[in-house]
């Protein structure tokens, strides 16, 4: 595995690759990137995965300079996993000057997420299609525990006309159901004891959906007050259409729901289709 920092190495290091599957992420790595890593691996012979803490998706408020860095283990896990390359790059390699060309996404990047993140799909669309055209991949994996970002990617996608595959991995659980993140590592004891609840809650609304509850706004209010009673801050507990993301109406075929809630100052993102 070749781990490299700079755009121009990395440029002439794929130039001959006929086919690349790329992984995008800001490292912090744990099993669930490592099954995206697999996916990609099922899916072409050459993968590329990008470690890069992308300071235009966090708000001035958030956790940009305590997000684990942890380059050294993530690179030993990356190898482990058979990945091809490690593009490494330093801020200034992909921000050498002030970004004023940015992504503008479309109005479902300002719900959810969007409302209590501003900014963040508009900073996530950028850096990934920057990413894009730098490795030029034929195929790329996120996974869906950040499935309001992978609904905009695959519409960028598609709108933007690139020639990329999206492929979605499943998310990858702890044994009593919370999400792997990144994030996770910020939970005091007590706290990741209580942190499966948000699963869990939606689990809850899974199973009225699917026993033929729809009146979603119901459930969604339900969830948010089973969180609350537990000690959280709850964001959102939505439930919406799968595909066009809006909120989801009786006669839906496939809905998902979702949630984001803190825990003390760690805040958690979850999601369940139905
Ligand atoms: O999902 C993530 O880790 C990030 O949002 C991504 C896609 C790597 C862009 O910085």
């Not at 956790?63 to 996993?81: A, G, I, K, S, V």
């Not at 026993?211 to 801050?233: C, I, P, Q, Y």
Request: charged residues 25%.
């Amino acid at each position: 595995m070749e781990i490299i920092t700079t755009i121009g190495s990395l440029r002439s290091r794929l130039r001959q690759q006929p086919s690349i599957a790329f992984v995008p992420t800001m490292g912090g790595l744990h099993d669930g990137h490592l099954a995206l890593i697999r996916a990609a691996r099922q899916k072409t012979g050459f993968v590329v995965a990008s470690i890069f803490v992308n300071r235009l998706q966090f708000l001035p408020t958030e956790d940009f300079d305590r997000y684990p860095r942890t380059l050294e283990e993530d690179c030993r896990l990356l190898q482990n996993h058979h990945a091809d390359v490690v593009f490494a790059p330093g801020e200034k390699d992909l921000y050498p000057a002030l970004q004023e060309f940015l992504v503008d996404p479309p109005s479902m990047a300002d719900t959810l997420e969007g409302e209590f993140r501003p900014g963040f799909f508009r900073g996530v669309s950028t850096i990934v299609l920057k990413l894009f055209n730098i490795v030029g991949p034929q195929v790329a994996v996120f996974g869906k525990k950040d499935y309001q970002q992978l609904h905009i990617l695959r519409e960028m996608v598609k709108q933007l006309n690139l020639p990329i595959e999206i492929l979605a991995a499943d998310t990858v659980r702890a044994p009593d159901g919370l999400a792997l993140s990144s994030r996770n590592r910020y939970l005091a004891p007590e706290e990741r004891c209580q942190a499966p609840r948000l699963y869990q809650t939606l689990r809850q609304l899974g199973q009225e959906i699917k026993s033929g509850n729809t009146s979603f706004r119901e459930l969604e209010e339900n969830g948010t007050a089973v969180l609350d009673r537990h000690g959280w801050k709850v964001d959102y507990v939505a439930v919406r259409d799968q595909n066009t993301f809006a909120p989801a109406q009786a006669g839906n075929e496939r809905v998902v729901v979702l949630g984001a809630a803190r825990l003390g100052k760690t805040r958690l993102i979850d999601n369940l289709e139905v």
